[in-house]
């Protein structure tokens, strides 16, 4: 029996407390639910909890996850991340889905101010039901004189990399946040980690996949079929209801 959505969302916003517990070396806030809409229970959002002390929040609900360079006291910090995920259980199988995320480095150059000015870095963002351009996507907070030669070279405007919709994945197969975490140590940007905290990624990282692709056998079931026969499994169709 598939759980409700509150108890999906509660799971969700634990595996995410676990992950930035197991992999930073000190105190981060833990992620909660928050409904969407008033009266309504149908569509949650899951972020970390807001840390007062901190003044430094995507909105009065949720805040982003300090990275707190080796050496560095609290309210020092110069870059942070951003998860928000807002969720549903509208799957035919009534499995929880991630309706939009954003997830992505923000940097404060002068923290020791007083006065907050964070700027996103990078953007990774996912909007299942978006019209138009790819549901899963980068932002990249840039500037680029071959990018916009090449939109003046199709009649249009100058644009900004932050403007565009730089297509990654697809729907099922995505960015993660541990995949953003680890680009961070790959580029050097960000290296204060606990020991071993790539085991615990990956960790999470199968688990996603298994569920991806668990995902992916409900919607294309004769592909998944016909890819276990292949490897000796025995399949057979279900009866015709």
């Given at each position: 029996m598939i759980a409700p959505l509150e108890e999906q969302a509660a799971n969700f916003a634990k595996t995410l407390t676990d992950i930035f517990t197991a992999v930073l070396p000190y105190e981060v806030p833990a992620f909660h639910c928050q409904n969407v809409r008033p009266n309504k229970a149908d569509r949650l959002q899951v972020g970390p909890r807001l840390d007062e002390s901190l003044s430094k929040h995507n909105d009065s609900l949720f805040s982003h996850i300090m990275l707190r360079d080796k050496g560095q006291q609290v309210g020092e910090e110069c870059l942070s991340?951003?998860?928000?995920?807002?969720?549903?259980?509208?799957?035919?199988?009534?499995?929880?889905?991630?309706?939009?995320?954003?997830?992505?480095?923000?940097?404060?150059?002068?923290?020791?101010?007083?006065?907050?000015?964070?700027?996103?870095?990078?953007?990774?963002?996912?909007?299942?039901?978006?019209?138009?351009?790819?549901?899963?996507?980068?932002?990249?907070?840039?500037?680029?004189?071959?990018?916009?030669?090449?939109?003046?070279?199709?009649?249009?405007?100058?644009?900004?990399m932050s403007e565009v919709h730089f297509p990654v994945g697809s729907t099922r197969f995505r960015p993660t946040i541990e995949d953003v975490l680890k680009f961070l140590d790959d580029e050097d940007l960000f290296t204060n980690w606990k020991p071993e905290w790539r085991n615990r990624l990956k960790e999470t990282l199968d688990d996603w996949h298994q569920a991806q692709a668990a995902a992916a056998a409900r919607t294309f079931p004769e592909a998944a079929a016909e890819a276990l026969r292949k490897k000796g499994y025995i399949v057979t169709a279900p009866p015709d209801n």
């Open positions: 991340l951003k998860a928000l995920f807002t969720v549903d259980n509208n799957d035919p199988d009534g499995h929880m889905r991630v309706l939009r995320s954003t997830m992505g480095l923000w940097l404060d150059a002068s923290p020791q101010q007083g006065q907050t000015r964070q700027r996103p870095v990078f953007r990774v963002e996912f909007e299942r039901n978006k019209r138009n351009g790819p549901p899963a996507h980068i932002h990249f907070h840039a500037e680029s004189a071959e990018l916009s030669w090449l939109y003046g070279r199709a009649g249009k405007p100058m644009v900004s």
